[in-house]
């Protein structure tokens, strides 16, 4: 499955940050990703150019929108970020915070994860982890042999 335009955007913006050269870029597309354009990485190759990216000194600021250091009533950075990582686990790196902003909207009435407060933070986490939970039990007893 490709990757999003989220995440050809992101490798779009190391190759510039990193000050490739067209050729160096595509070798490292082909020797990292297997492909010849971003736009046909999978999650595996994505990763793997991205790691390489990161070993030749890019450092992405895409998970940094910590909306601030602290807001006084709000959803803490490290709550934001695990927030974050709970909606990526559940919907196999595909989801965004569009989407979670819609998920957050259906089932606690707020339109983005930057309207998160302190109170409201620690039950979309628990519910985030029952989800993540139910899926791979889930996961699991479909992949389980049939007795």
Avoid: C
Wanted: charged share 30%; net charge positive; glycine share 8%.
């Amino acid at each position: 499955m490709a990757i999003t335009s989220d995440k050809i955007r992101l490798i779009q913006a190391a190759k510039r940050r990193l000050g490739l050269a067209d050729d160096d870029y595509r070798a490292i597309l082909r020797m990292f990703g297997g492909v010849e354009s971003s736009r046909d990485l999978d999650m595996k190759g994505f990763k793997a150019v991205l790691d390489r990216f990161s070993a030749l000194g890019f450092q992405s600021t895409a998970n940094r929108r910590a909306f601030g250091d602290h807001r006084e009533g709000m959803a803490t950075a490290g709550e934001v970020a695990k927030i974050r990582k709970l909606w990526a686990g559940f919907t196999a790196d595909q989801g965004t915070d569009a989407s979670l902003g819609k998920w957050l909207e259906k089932r606690f009435k707020v339109s983005s994860i930057r309207f998160v407060t302190d109170a409201l933070a620690p039950k979309v986490i628990t519910a985030l982890v029952a989800m993540n939970k139910r899926q791979a039990e889930k996961t699991a007893t479909a992949s389980a042999p049939a007795a």
